[in-house]
């Protein structure tokens, strides 16, 4: 029985992970940004949605679209304020931009974390579950929450793969992570292809972020853990690497689920860390990166 | 070597430093604490910028070192009742080894990589405090059988001679063959290497230098606070403020970081009535300050002398 719990937790957990992480290893690996604010989109736009959907009493469903909707916002802000400035700037030297680009969405997150601590307190919240209930699985009791976050995951990472690899939209966003001054030279606006997929992240960081505030819960606190989780997912796969990050989200969620439930709850992250330290040293572009 | 010791930012900053020295004399105990908190953390901030705007790595976890510092010396007072002066070089001690812990991976790995590694030291070294709350104190902090002393006056004058000296010896090593070497080699390593330098050694000294200065400091800021807790001296926030902190004042300047250090803490402190926008501000202040003088405060000081 317990195996079964185990499995079942373990998967929602890290189709969790995988839709969290996605989004910042999607706008690394086509504009070369690590979006230090991450943590930062996923929970405002939980934020949202428990606030339209719970304190304003209009529904899950509603509360659940205005979320994403704050998800696309904090994305835009993101892009639009904070890191095409700095990667249009004339005072910063073009080799030093990356360092900016941290600094500048750090201090982003920082903001976020401040504006949403100021606004909705830090008391940690609990978005509505889109399906209330509990559902029996095979013997093991489960919320019915844990059944449809994995289902919405799974669509969710389903219809991004049909979009990058099936789609002219998606063909242009894999050439503007191969080489965009080729697809420049093609007559492709460079600066669209970047606007869209900012966009793209901010709708993957809005779902990821509602289903981790239903499914945890969030407060402001939580920001700078959550950026780390999905830094240290994504670079376990490998930077840039979609299949990586899912992999690697898999491998961290499991690890995590079961020391959970076989040691203790309170070492939950230490043994993923480890692993984490070990799989750099040994193989330091991650478990399917490119270099 | 002469021209340097008449030249002006010289002359100033030891005038600074002089009225700074006394202060003590005309202000109240509560500017002399926020004063002292900010000299302990400038020295974290120029021993980050050592390794970072010289070697080039990508640390996003000084309060590793930092945290191996406080913690070392905070265990060596509470557990085995040591003199003052020995807990705190066994914090630098432990402090310098964690250093060449982690200059170990950054040998093998840069950017990003690199930076997630430091990241992670930090989250373990967390979870170990935690985990062996029974020697650490856990998550409510580690109490200290002893302080530096109980008056703000000797504690600030402690603080200011510490950030000084500390200040004075990176600054020197910076203007070295050695910093010379290690920004070559963080800018090409294949060229540094090419012209003969043992990039290796170097590295690892930069590690240890920085987590000597940074252990040193953050042994005596928890002497100074009387405790050592997680969130004052281990929590990737602090970390995150340090990092902040010699971005704005300037990088690869090393005297930028203690000013840029001093800034943040001092206006958190100002805007303090504003409660918990006071935050909000200083960071907008500091992404304004980066964006329009990327070489920070310090930048902005050379080019209005320059114009």
Redesign the interface.
């Known amino acids: 029985m317990l195996v079964l719990q185990i499995l079942i937790d373990g998967f929602a957990i890290s189709t969790l992970y995988a839709l969290g992480a996605l989004g910042f290893t999607l706008i690394f690996g086509v504009s070369g940004v ?1 979006n230090l604010a991450h943590g930062g989109l996923l929970v405002v736009s939980a934020m949202i949605a428990y606030y339209v959907g719970t304190r304003l009493g209009l529904g899950a469903y509603i509360g659940a679209g205005a979320g994403i909707l704050a998800g696309i916002v904090t994305a835009m802000a993101t892009y639009l304020l ?1 890191v095409r ?2 990667q249009r ?1 004339r ?3 073009a080799r ?1 931009r ?3 680009v ?3 969405t ?3 997150g ?2 976020l974390q ?2 949403l ?2 606004i909705f307190t830090d008391t940690p919240i609990t978005v509505k579950p889109l399906l209330p209930g509990i559902v029996d699985f095979l013997g093991v009791t489960t919320p019915a929450n844990e059944f449809i976050t994995a289902a919405i995951s799974w669509v969710v990472l389903g219809c991004l793969w049909l979009l990058v690899n099936r789609t002219k939209m998606g063909k242009q966003l894999l050439a503007a992570s191969i080489n965009p001054r080729g697809l420049t030279l093609l007559g492709f606006e460079l600066s669209r292809i970047y606007l869209l997929v900012w966009i793209i992240y901010g709708v993957l960081a809005g779902i990821a972020g509602i289903l981790l505030g239903s499914f945890l819960g969030t407060s402001s606190e939580f920001i ?1 853990a959550l950026t ?1 989780s999905a ?2 997912i994504v ?1 376990l796969g490998g ?1 840039g690497s979609v299949s990586g990050t899912l992999f690697a989200a898999y491998v961290i969620g499991y690890i995590e689920t079961l020391t959970a439930y076989l040691v203790s709850p ?2 939950r ?2 043994p993923a ?2 692993l ?2 070990l799989v ?2 040994i193989r ?1 572009q991650g478990l399917l990166g490119r270099r | 070597m002469k021209k340097f010791f008449s030249s002006k930012p010289f002359i100033l900053t030891i005038g600074t430093l002089a009225i700074a020295s006394l202060l003590p004399f005309g202000v109240s105990d509560y500017i002399l604490g926020v004063l002292t908190t900010a000299f302990y953390f400038a020295v974290f901030s120029m021993s980050w910028d050592l390794l970072f705007g010289y070697a080039g790595e990508v640390n996003f976890g000084p309060t590793f070192l930092i945290g191996l510092g406080a913690y070392g010396a905070g265990m060596a007072d509470s557990l085995l009742n040591l003199p003052v002066p020995v807990c705190i070089l066994i914090g630098a001690l432990a402090a310098v080894i964690g250093g060449v812990a982690l200059a170990i991976p950054a040998l093998r790995l840069t950017g990003p990589y690199l930076g997630l590694i430091t990241l992670v030291a930090v989250l373990l070294l967390q979870q170990v405090i935690v985990i062996f709350a029974g020697v650490t104190g856990g998550e409510i902090g580690l109490s200290m059988p002893d302080v530096l002393s109980v008056n703000s006056a000797p504690n600030y004058e402690y603080a200011l001679a510490f950030m000084t000296v500390s200040g004075a010896i990176l600054f020197a090593i910076s203007r070295s063959n050695f910093g010379l070497i290690l920004q070559a080699a963080g800018q090409d390593p294949i060229a540094a290497r090419a012209l003969g330098f043992n990039i290796t050694k170097h590295k690892i000294a930069a590690f240890a230098i920085s987590a000597l200065f940074s252990g040193l400091s953050g042994a005596l800021l928890v002497f100074y606070l009387g405790t050592a807790s997680v969130n004052a001296v281990v929590d990737i926030a602090i970390g995150v403020r340090v990092i902040i902190a010699a971005v704005l004042g300037g990088r690869r300047t090393i005297i930028g970081g203690a000013i840029g250090a001093i800034f943040l803490i001092v206006a958190g402190e100002i805007l303090r009535p504003l409660g918990q926008l006071s935050t909000l501000v200083v960071a907008i202040m500091a992404l304004i300050v980066i964006m329009v003088s990327p070489d920070g405060l310090l930048g902005m000081l050379r080019a209005r002398r320059t114009t």
């Open positions: 690590l904070i400035p700095i700037s005072v910063i030297p030093e990356e360092l900016f941290l600094t500048g750090l201090l982003w920082v903001m401040e504006m601590s100021y700078p780390g830094f240290s670079v930077l309170s070492l992250n230490v860390l480890v984490l330290i750099l040293y330091p």
